[in-house]
């Protein structure tokens, strides 16, 4: 599975943004999809999921009320639609997936798209 994450930009605190993770080479309905990111100087971070089946969605706290993520398995687009951004938003995002079910560990994931990077500005 190839994916190729996009959507990133410049955005001011409290405007909204929408990623998309887009996968080629394999049907995508059978993959748990997750979103990570990387601040400057920290460790990459578990940001949310949606099982293979876009039946169930999972959330960090820190993006809980703000963030969604849904899956369109025909156009094997997965979409995280970022609302109320904040500052500490900043970060490179990353879509991952697995064969396996739901994780927030970066070390499983099997496939890994190129990050794309969103600022938010105070």
């Known amino acids: 599975v190839q994916l190729q994450a996009s959507g990133g930009g410049l955005v001011q605190a409290g405007g909204s943004l929408r990623l998309s993770c887009a996968a080629s080479g394999r049907t995508f309905n059978s993959y748990t999809v997750t979103w990570f990111r990387q601040a400057p100087g920290k460790e990459r971070e578990f940001v949310v999921g949606?099982?293979?089946?876009?039946?169930?969605?999972y959330s960090a706290e820190s993006v809980k009320g703000r963030f969604t993520i849904s899956k369109d398995n025909v156009k094997s687009i997965v979409y995280l639609q970022m609302n109320n951004l904040k500052p500490e938003d900043t970060a490179v995002y990353y879509c991952?997936?697995?064969?396996?079910?739901?994780?927030?560990?970066?070390?499983?994931?099997?496939?890994w798209g190129k990050g794309t990077l969103v600022t938010v500005s105070s």
């Open positions: 991952a997936a697995t064969i396996r079910g739901f994780t927030t560990t970066p070390q499983v994931m099997n496939y």
């Open positions: 949606i099982s293979w089946s876009g039946g169930s969605t």
